[in-house]
């Protein structure tokens, strides 16, 4: 806006007549002029500030991902730490079913593995009885033989002594 335009509407707001060649442009033209170098100060620290901007997000980021990245770490060692303890838990009582299940079918097998321990050795009594009998029976018949063989040769004179050559 030219000056001509800004003494009309000053006039026109105010009622008062500003000339073109008035000290208020001046003062207008110095106001002007600390706006502007304010305006240029304040716009270089906000560009400063604007310029660490994307160093400072990225230094943000690199923190924020760290953390992230630990915490899923410790994320993870607390659910294998909790894997662990409950893999170790059904271990054990899977270990505890297998060693009942175990129990339960050997009483029946111990009970059959006995029986047939004491059906052998009763057997094998009997067994070594009826050997012993075998045995003394055989003597016996031997016995009977030989007495009844030299009892017959007694009897029909001939010396046992001529038959074997001793004597």
Request: glycine residues 8%; proline residues 2%; positive net charge.
């Amino acid at each position: 806006m030219d000056r001509l335009q800004f003494s009309a509407a000053v006039y026109k707001k105010t009622g008062v007549a500003l000339g073109p060649d008035d000290p208020a442009f001046a003062l207008v033209e110095l106001n002007r002029l600390a706006l502007k170098e304010a305006i240029e100060e304040t716009a270089g620290q906000i560009m400063e500030r604007l310029n660490a901007f994307p160093e400072r997000i990225r230094s943000s980021g690199s923190a924020v991902a760290a953390e992230v990245a630990s915490q899923g770490r410790q994320r993870v060692v607390e659910m294998l730490a909790e894997s662990r303890r409950t893999i170790a838990a059904d271990t054990e009582q899977a270990q505890r079913r297998i060693a009942d299940h175990t129990a339960k079918l050997s009483e029946p097998l111990l009970r059959e593995v006995a029986a047939v321990v004491r059906a052998a050795q009763t057997f094998s009594r009997a067994s070594a009885a009826r050997s012993l009998w075998l045995l003394a029976t055989a003597a016996m018949v031997i016995m009977s033989c030989v007495c009844g063989f030299v009892g017959g040769l007694a009897a029909g004179g001939h010396s046992l002594s001529r038959l074997t050559g001793i004597g």
